[in-house]
């Protein structure tokens, strides 16, 4: 008898996933990854640090443990010399996502991104793209994973194969493909993002959408046809930066000062607010996209609030903002009283 899938019944009975991204850019942040390779070296040397933000995400409202692989692939380690550890940091984040998914009852993903060697007229350069992807599938399959998510893919055909790899050697495991939105309203290959998504799901996908690229603002349009083009469910992930019509994307953000590019170490000077998180989650939540998530400057306060919107209500909810209780925001006659009373027990 076949088994269930459980982030596929988890999809079915509970309608929509609440799902924490962002480790790349949390750990540079941290100082436990360099920007520009954005190799995630934390894994084999602080590796209690990854499992400790994957417990943080999971206590703001996340219901998903991603293994942190993101750019754990072959060619990006090639880039720092480091080509040799690539399996172990593979299975080792592999093991420490598992691990709090356990303890916490949450779903268990792998992952896979772009390659960075990708070229879509060059055979070669596929089969090499292939391999890579074909690797890191087989690690997660080997650990369990309940799906694996591929994303971060800026042409239709690197995300097709990625899907490709997964349909071929993740041995029925699910798959969320996700496309990274540029400030063209297509993908580098030319597909709109609707059409791409749309094929995708046709190719077998079980989620289909848009990660990375696009703040909340920007991505919302492209979302909207991507909803209306597919049938099952979709993605949305943007990063925390505020994007606008001028500036679609973080990678074109200029830094209000300077004017120079703010990507990637001055990005925080374009941090979106919390009530613009809001606000986003409470739109997608009414344009019924299922699969929720935050990626690129991502932190559990804003995840908490996007997990509250879409009906959770993780033990960091009992944190949540309360002004009423503050001297200045509150009722200022409870703490005029206060203060009085305060102040006359100490003179007697």
Not at 184 to 200: H, M, P, Q, V, W
């Given at each position: 008898?076949?088994?269930?899938?459980?982030?596929?019944?988890?999809?079915?009975?509970?309608?929509?996933?609440?799902?924490?991204?962002?480790?790349?850019?949390?750990?540079e942040?941290?100082g436990?990854?360099?920007?520009?390779a954005?190799?995630?070296?934390?894994?084999?040397?602080?590796?209690?640090?990854?499992?400790?933000?994957?417990?943080?995400?999971?206590?703001?409202?996340?219901?998903?443990?991603?293994?942190f692989?993101?750019?754990?692939?072959?060619?990006?380690?090639?880039?720092?010399?480091?080509?040799?550890?690539?399996?172990?940091?593979?299975?080792?984040?592999?093991?420490?996502?598992?691990?709090?998914?356990?303890?916490?009852?949450?779903l268990?993903?792998?992952?896979?991104?772009?390659?960075?060697?990708?070229?879509?007229?060059?055979?070669?350069?596929?089969?090499?793209?292939?391999?890579m992807?074909?690797?890191?599938?087989?690690?997660?399959?080997?650990?369990?994973?309940?799906?694996?998510?591929?994303?971060?893919?800026?042409?239709?055909?690197?995300?097709?194969?990625?899907?490709?790899?997964?349909?071929?050697?993740?041995?029925?495991?699910?798959?969320?493909?996700?496309?990274?939105?540029?400030?063209?309203?297509?993908?580098?290959?030319?597909?709109?993002?609707?059409?791409?998504?749309?094929?995708?799901?046709?190719?077998?996908?079980?989620?289909?959408?848009?990660?990375?690229?696009?703040?909340?603002?920007?991505?919302?349009?492209?979302?909207?046809?991507?909803?209306?083009?597919?049938?099952?469910?979709?993605?949305?992930?943007?990063?925390?930066?505020?994007?606008?019509?001028?500036?679609?994307?973080?990678?074109?953000?200029?830094?209000?000062?300077?004017?120079?590019?703010?990507?990637?170490?001055?990005?925080?000077?374009?941090?979106?607010?919390?009530?613009?998180?809001?606000?986003?989650?409470?739109?997608?939540?009414?344009?019924?996209?299922?699969?929720?998530?935050?990626?690129?400057?991502?932190?559990?306060?804003?995840?908490?609030?996007m997990?509250?919107?879409?009906?959770?209500?993780?033990?960091?909810?009992?944190?949540s903002?309360?002004?009423?209780?503050?001297?200045?925001?509150?009722?200022?006659?409870?703490?005029?009283?206060?203060?009085?009373?305060?102040?006359?027990?100490?003179?007697?």
């Amino acid at each position: 008898m076949a088994t269930t899938n459980r982030f596929l019944e988890w999809l079915s009975k509970r309608r929509n996933l609440v799902v924490a991204e962002g480790y790349l850019f949390e750990f540079e942040r941290r100082g436990y990854l360099k920007a520009g390779a954005f190799v995630p070296e934390v894994v084999l040397e602080h590796p209690d640090l990854v499992k400790a933000l994957h417990e943080e995400f999971v206590h703001a409202g996340s219901d998903v443990v991603l293994a942190f692989t993101y750019y754990a692939h072959r060619e990006k380690l090639c880039v720092i010399g480091k080509e040799d550890v690539l399996e172990t940091l593979n299975k080792k984040a592999l093991a420490i996502a598992k691990e709090v998914a356990i303890a916490t009852g949450t779903l268990f993903a792998g992952n896979i991104c772009n390659t960075t060697v990708y070229v879509r007229d060059d055979e070669k350069a596929k089969e090499k793209a292939k391999f890579m992807l074909k690797e890191q599938v087989e690690w997660a399959v080997e650990a369990g994973v309940d799906f694996i998510v591929a994303e971060t893919f800026d042409e239709y055909g690197e995300a097709s194969l990625a899907l490709e790899v997964i349909k071929t050697y993740g041995k029925g495991t699910p798959a969320v493909v996700t496309l990274s939105s540029g400030a063209r309203d297509i993908t580098f290959d030319g597909y709109s993002y609707a059409e791409a998504c749309r094929k995708l799901e046709e190719a077998g996908a079980a989620v289909v959408g848009l990660n990375c690229g696009r703040g909340p603002e920007t991505i919302l349009p492209l979302m909207k046809e991507i909803r209306k083009a597919c049938k099952g469910p979709v993605a949305c992930l943007p990063v925390l930066y505020r994007t606008s019509e001028q500036y679609k994307t973080m990678q074109s953000l200029v830094d209000p000062k300077t004017g120079q590019k703010s990507f990637p170490v001055d990005l925080p000077a374009h941090f979106v607010s919390r009530t613009d998180v809001l606000k986003f989650s409470q739109e997608c939540k009414d344009l019924g996209v299922e699969y929720i998530g935050l990626c690129c400057g991502n932190s559990s306060h804003y995840m908490r609030i996007m997990a509250e919107i879409y009906g959770r209500h993780p033990p960091a909810c009992r944190f949540s903002p309360d002004m009423s209780q503050h001297y200045m925001c509150g009722d200022k006659t409870r703490f005029k009283n206060y203060h009085t009373e305060g102040l006359m027990a100490h003179k007697n």
